[in-house]
């Protein structure tokens, strides 16, 4: 047997942190690695495998495509992107498509969108507000717009015309807004950041505020969209509507794929030979997308995922009442973190993989939960009994 950790040491750039396990095959909530060994995976590829690994219908999908036609260039039409564009419209508050391949690719077309769009009406406004600790990628100008000091500062100087205001804060966007302000570009819930959640009736101000001043509103629904948060979008649950919304993540259930939407008025700026990419819409990629979008429409996952949640929460609740060390459960839907009154994330995470539980230390003193949404009960409890387990031992172990 090759040693993979040896050779991928050997040959792969080292800027990943990856956990010592060599995945070969899932189905549904479970992985296997070269060993054999079991896993319950509730990290979900980064909440990108919204119906499991190996779900039947995707895998369908994938594989009568490749059959037929994998890559054509967007310099002719293909059915599967036409379709899926269309089921996105009818399915969102917003009128257009425009696909990429990624969820930072899709943050670099809504911001090249909302400059046009302020170049062509706005006397050439160009300046983003987005949130301290917020995470929109990490090209150039997704990290311009990326909130957090330690990814940026290397790579300066970045894409100018972004100011960062702390979350939760409108007195802050207020005050950043001057004449030069084209957009406000956010999460609807801070993924990356360890699962921060908007005060209540935040969301609606910022709407307020973008329509009084004429901004648009950006929403990065990169990890929240696709049923993440127990509604096909994060911003029904706010009673608000976006400009722009940027999509990545679950869209094609685990296929490369990023997409914006927005609406008819500011679509309509992006004109021929503004933007493209030779991947993005790609047959492969939008029949997968398809595929995973009719079945979550269909089948309503969302609302199985809302469901899912709250048997999640309630164990993670138990678990805050019943082990000193946990202090906070948070999130919604199928993103949920829970605090640690330690630096002691990276220990449970290990101590949960070595009793077959894959999580994420989204922080040092965070752990996430992101497995797929249509997860079952049974699966919630064997994860709860082992992450307990690993974090009554942990903390018994590391003092605060
Ligand atoms: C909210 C958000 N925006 C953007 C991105 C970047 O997406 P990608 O890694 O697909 O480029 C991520 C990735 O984690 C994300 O969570």
Same mark, same amino acid.
């Given at each position: 047997?090759?040693?993979?950790?040896?050779?991928?040491?050997?040959?792969v750039?080292?800027?990943y942190?990856?956990?010592p396990v060599?995945?070969?095959?899932?189905?549904?909530?479970?992985?296997?690695d070269?060993?054999?060994?079991?896993?319950?995976?509730?990290?979900?590829?980064?909440?990108?495998n919204a119906?499991?690994?190996?779900?039947?219908?995707?895998?369908e999908?994938?594989?009568e495509?490749?059959?037929?036609?994998?890559?054509?260039?967007?310099?002719?039409?293909t059915?599967?992107?036409?379709?899926l564009a269309k089921l996105?419209?009818?399915n969102?508050?917003?009128?257009?498509?425009?696909?990429?391949?990624?969820?930072?690719?899709?943050?670099?077309?809504?911001?090249?969108?909302?400059?046009?769009?302020?170049?062509?009406t706005?006397?050439?406004?160009?300046?983003?507000?987005a949130?301290?600790d917020?995470?929109h990628?990490?090209?150039?100008?997704?990290?311009a717009?990326?909130?957090?000091?330690r990814?940026?500062?290397?790579?300066?100087p970045?894409a100018?015309g972004?100011?960062?205001?702390?979350?939760?804060?409108?007195?802050?966007?207020k005050?950043?807004?001057?004449?030069?302000?084209?957009?406000v570009?956010?999460?609807?819930?801070q993924?990356?950041?360890?699962?921060?959640?908007?005060?209540?009736?935040?969301?609606?101000?910022l709407?307020?505020?973008?329509d009084e001043?004429?901004l648009?509103?950006?929403?990065?629904?990169?990890?929240?969209?696709?049923?993440?948060?127990?509604?096909?979008?994060?911003?029904?649950q706010?009673?608000?509507?976006p400009?722009?919304?940027?999509?990545?993540?679950?869209?094609?259930g685990?296929?490369?794929?990023?997409?914006?939407?927005?609406?008819?008025?500011?679509?309509a700026?992006l004109?021929?030979?503004?933007h493209?990419t030779?991947?993005?819409?790609?047959?492969?990629?939008?029949a997968?997308?398809?595929?995973t =979008?009719?079945?979550? /429409?269909?089948? &309503?996952?969302?609302?199985? *995922?809302?469901k899912a949640? %709250?048997?999640? @929460?309630a164990? #993670?609740?138990?678990?805050?009442?019943?082990?000193?060390?946990?202090?906070?459960?948070r999130?919604?839907g =199928?993103?949920?973190? /829970?605090?640690? &009154?330690?630096?002691?994330? *990276?220990?449970?995470?290990? %101590?949960?993989? @070595?009793?077959? #539980?894959?999580?994420?230390?989204v922080?040092?003193?965070a752990?996430?939960?992101?497995?797929?949404?249509?997860?079952?009960?049974d699966?919630?409890?064997?994860?709860?009994?082992?992450?307990?387990?690993?974090?009554?031992?942990?903390t018994a172990?590391?003092p605060?």
């Open positions: 047997m090759p040693d993979w950790v040896a050779d991928e040491q050997r040959y750039f080292q800027n942190g990856r956990q060599v995945i070969e095959r899932g189905a549904g909530a479970r992985a296997w070269t060993d054999g060994n079991e896993y319950l995976d509730f990290v979900g590829g980064l909440a990108v119906l499991g690994h190996a779900h039947p219908v995707v895998a999908a994938v594989a495509q490749a059959k037929k036609l994998i890559h054509t260039s967007n310099l002719y039409y059915t599967p992107m036409i379709e996105l419209v009818e969102s508050c917003l009128d257009r498509v425009f696909f990429c391949n990624s969820g930072t690719e899709a943050i670099e077309a809504a911001i090249k969108l909302a400059r046009r769009w302020g170049h062509d706005r006397d050439g406004a160009y300046g983003v507000i949130f301290n917020g995470f990628g990490r090209s150039m100008g997704a990290l717009a990326t909130g957090t000091e990814y940026r500062a290397p790579f300066a970045l100018p972004f100011t960062h205001v702390n979350w939760n804060d409108m007195a802050a966007v005050a950043a807004t001057d004449a030069n302000t084209v957009a570009l956010i999460e609807p819930i993924g990356e950041a360890g699962v921060n959640m908007p005060d209540p009736g935040f969301f609606k101000e709407r307020a505020w973008c001043k004429g648009l509103l950006i929403l990065d629904e990169i990890q929240t969209g696709i049923g993440r948060t127990g509604t096909l979008w994060a911003y029904q706010e009673d608000i509507e400009d722009i919304m940027c999509l990545a993540k679950g869209l094609a685990g296929v490369p794929i990023g997409a914006i939407l927005a609406r008819e008025e500011i679509a700026h004109v021929k030979g503004d493209g030779t991947f993005g819409a790609s047959p492969l990629a939008t997968a997308g398809l595929a =979008m009719r079945y979550l /429409i269909d089948n &309503d996952v969302p609302a199985q *995922a809302m949640s %709250e048997h999640l @929460q164990r #993670l609740r138990a678990m805050e009442d019943s082990i000193p060390a946990v202090t906070e459960v999130g919604r =199928m993103l949920l973190a /829970i605090s640690l &009154d330690r630096d002691c994330s *990276a220990e449970i995470i290990d %101590e949960c993989r @070595q009793r077959g #539980l894959l999580v994420n230390n922080r040092p003193n752990i996430r939960f992101m497995p797929p949404l249509n997860v079952t009960g699966e919630i409890d064997r994860a709860c009994d082992i992450l307990e387990e690993a974090i009554k031992m942990v172990e590391i605060k």
